[in-house]
């Protein structure tokens, strides 16, 4: 407040509506600090982690490039067509500093200033692409489609396609990956965003019934003697074939390929479900169109034979063109059992 | 060219590499100093990357709508990425405490660095004439709004039943320099700012004052939104058993809205990230999100 304000009251009106704004965004402050305004100050992340999550909004981030496109050709319509994207931007720092950067770029574009930007001159494959940025990519892919079905499912629609490519996308993006832990990284969310596919009314298979198998790093030593003796078992029957090792709490397995079958071995299974036969329900399975699978619907494969008395049941899960002699095909083969869970059949009547 | 806005759109494993090595050799550009620091080269790289994503042009094939970037001719396309990763690395920059003064310092540097960079002629400031730059702006151009106007001098007017209160907002105004609406209010209602001290509790009283404006611009308001926000507020019920706040659907659908104006105005809601509501009969809400519905506003 100006001294002359203080002691002589209203002074002359200046017709100048930013005073009142300032006002207006003071009354409607919110109380707290947003999220956004906190990591700008916060460390530098040593990670490469994704930039845009929380304030992520569907919705209004895709009006972006239209807004400032209007607001670029002059368009006296740009605020009154674009009203509601104008509020959001009034409360939403993320989607406000994207605004800034799109306009700010946009811009560029089409008033170019100077010499047009040089093409790069770098490498034309994913295999030489640095697998970091490969495996940032898939988790960008990954988020995105779970920022689509959330949006779907807010909205009463449906994004089950377009994230459904997003997350086939990242599979194969993933296959070029070479190192599996980076690989694992990369597809970490893979299965929990693939599993929001069935809503939230979907059975949860979870607790001591179910045996929840995952791929086995490669590297990863302590192999059990369980495991070396299912090596010798699988070595004796297919000789030419790679497998992919998985592991269940202390339990091992592995899908074995036979020319185009893939098979499931597996080895110590609790005495409750020996003489019994068993479902396999491979999550990532309905993501993945180049298996065929036994029975036709990978959530649920009943096993060919009863798991024997030793604990052991070796049982095929379907068939497919790719080659796990391939290392690309091995990657999207494992990347498709990152879960598979296994249970007694009779358990679904019960 | 090797890549174009279309192929990203449907070709995006073929056209990444050329993507990212397109990205990566203007980020070591414009990273200066840090052009060596591979995880810095990645930040600006994943950014844009990573925004392309998001707006629904990289891998977003026929399901996402197609924007103004989709236009674009080729060589604009690049001119887009290349201030893209422009920015980005002016904001790695500085997050890393580079000693640079202003934009334009650092913009100087780069023509000085650069022999026939695409930025050499660029000297404008970075967001200096962005419109909207500033949440201030925004209400700027809304607050500019003559039906707000009326709106707010109506709300200031049902202050005179708390005269504290009413001069707590009055001086608030003029600490503001809001003097238009000042004189207007002084001479349609006789008002003046009392030049006595400020009553103790002013904070008080001002905080006081604000709560009411609220309520009576969404009050006033005929945003179905901001109707819903409304009556969400005024609704609630507090759960003692879980401690937060249920609203019914037909609770809401009084008067004059219909259930299906209540479920529009909820699914915006929702989609401003106001509120956690899946289509149920009932609107759970905790106390943050309260405070945030009572300070949303919009006009049709």
């Not at chain 2, 001069?167 to 209602?189: I, K, T």
Request: glycine share 6%.
């Amino acid at each position: 407040m100006t001294e002359h304000n203080q002691n002589e009251g209203f002074s002359v009106p200046s017709n100048n509506p930013q005073p009142l704004a300032r006002w207006l965004q003071d009354v409607f402050q919110a109380p707290i600090t947003s999220p956004s305004t906190e990591n700008q100050h916060a460390p530098l992340s040593l990670d490469l982690a994704l930039l845009i999550q929380d304030e992520y909004h569907v919705r209004f981030y895709q009006q972006i490039p239209d807004f400032c496109m209007a607001l670029l050709t002059n368009d006296p319509q740009a605020s009154l067509h674009h009203a509601s994207l104008l509020y959001h931007l009034l409360g939403c720092q993320g989607c406000h500093q994207a605004y800034l950067d799109i306009y700010d770029s946009l811009h560029a574009a089409i008033y170019p200033q100077g010499v047009r930007p040089i093409l790069g001159q770098g490498t034309r494959t994913l295999d030489g692409t640095p697998h970091r940025m490969l495996a940032h990519l898939c988790q960008t892919l990954i988020s995105q489609a779970e920022a689509l079905l959330s949006h779907a499912r807010r909205e009463h629609a449906t994004a089950d396609e377009p994230a459904r490519a997003l997350l086939q996308l990242a599979l194969r993006i993933s296959s070029h990956i070479v190192q599996s832990t980076t690989r694992r990284e990369a597809l970490q969310d893979l299965v929990r965003v693939a599993t929001l596919f069935d809503g939230p009314a979907a059975p949860q298979e979870s607790g001591s019934q179910v045996y929840a198998y995952s791929p086995t790093l490669a590297g990863t030593g302590n192999m059990r003697s369980g495991m070396a003796k299912l090596r010798h078992q699988a070595a004796g029957q297919a000789q030419e074939s790679q497998m992919i090792q998985l592991r269940a709490r202390n339990l091992d397995g592995m899908v074995v390929q036979h020319g185009k079958t893939l098979e499931l071995h597996l080895h110590d299974l609790d005495p409750l479900l020996r003489g019994r036969f068993l479902c396999v329900n491979v999550a990532l399975g309905s993501l993945f169109e180049p298996v065929r699978w036994l029975g036709g619907n990978p959530r649920s494969i009943k096993s060919a034979s009863p798991v024997d008395g030793t604990g052991s049941l070796v049982t095929p899960l379907g068939e497919t063109e790719l080659r796990m002699s391939n290392p690309e095909e091995r990657n999207l083969l494992e990347a498709l059992f990152l879960l598979l869970q296994v249970r007694a059949c009779d358990q679904d009547a019960g | 060219m090797p890549f174009t806005a279309h192929d990203l759109r449907y070709h995006p494993e073929q056209s990444y590499p050329l993507l990212y090595a397109y990205l990566h050799r203007n980020a070591q550009r414009y990273l200066g100093s840090l052009q060596y620091d591979a995880f810095e080269v990645d930040i600006v790289v994943g950014h844009v990357v990573e925004q392309l994503v998001r707006l629904g042009l990289f891998a977003g094939g026929d399901s996402s709508p197609k924007t103004a970037l989709d236009q674009l001719s080729d060589a604009q396309f690049y001119a887009f990425l290349n201030r893209s990763v422009h920015n980005k690395a002016i904001d790695r920059l500085r997050k890393k405490h580079i000693q640079i003064s202003t934009s334009a310092e650092l913009e100087s540097s780069e023509r000085d660095e650069s022999d026939d960079g695409p930025m050499g002629d660029a000297v404008t400031s970075l967001w200096g004439s962005t419109p909207f730059s500033t949440p201030e702006e925004i209400t700027v151009h809304l607050s500019s709004q003559l039906a707000l106007r009326d709106v707010l001098k109506h709300c200031i007017q049902q202050l005179q039943a708390a005269p504290n209160q009413l001069q707590a907002v009055l001086h608030e105004l003029s600490e503001y320099g809001a003097d238009d609406l000042l004189q207007v209010l002084a001479e349609d209602w006789h008002l003046s700012l009392s030049s006595d001290p400020l009553n103790p509790h002013n904070s008080q009283h001002k905080d006081h004052a604000h709560k009411k404006i609220r309520h009576c611009l969404q009050q006033k308001s005929s945003n179905l939104t901001v109707i819903v926000a409304l009556r969400l507020c005024e609704y609630k019920v507090l759960s003692h058993e879980t401690h937060e706040y249920t609203v019914d659907l037909q609770t809401l659908a009084q008067n004059d809205l219909s259930e299906e104006d209540v479920q529009v105005g909820l699914k915006e809601l929702v989609a401003e990230g106001l509120l956690s509501w899946h289509g149920e009969e009932g609107v759970h809400l905790n106390s943050a999100q309260i405070k945030r519905l009572t300070r949303y506003y919009k006009e049709e």
